[in-house]
């Protein structure tokens, strides 16, 4: 085998089910000059209004593509660079999980916490979005 150029060009394609799952959960500690006194259920994002565990299943596609090219310097010798991409479709990710805004009637270390105020915010979220991830590599081949 001699010199010359060379492109590998692969595609991938999966189809399935995605089970998502999500907890949200916390506690909040009391103390009074550096000494714990009490710990609580619930946190600043994570209340009785949005905690807990959440499952959803959905329909999902996962695409990958990768293209590799390559140069064959002799009979038993060759190099490659690559670059591959990765998309997985409706997937729920930790950051979109969690409602930002607060309710200080369930947030047990406030002084305004009031366990008999029914819950506002935060909101229970499952939002999906798309995850996709790039890949580069470089190769060096020693055939014998």
Partial sequence: MGRGAFV???????????????????????????????????????????????????FTAVPEVEIKLGYQLGPYLSCTIGYNFLSWSRVVRPGQRIDRALSPAQIPTFAEFDPTQPPVRPLPLFTSTDFWVQGLSFGLEFQF
């Fill in 8 to 58: 590998d060009l692969v595609g991938k394609l999966a189809l399935g089910g995605t089970h998502e799952v999500t907890r949200v959960f916390g506690t909040s500690s009391l103390l009074a000059r550096l000494v714990l006194v009490q710990t609580l259920p619930g946190g600043i994002l994570a209340l009785p209004s949005n905690g807990g565990r959440r499952s959803d299943g959905e």
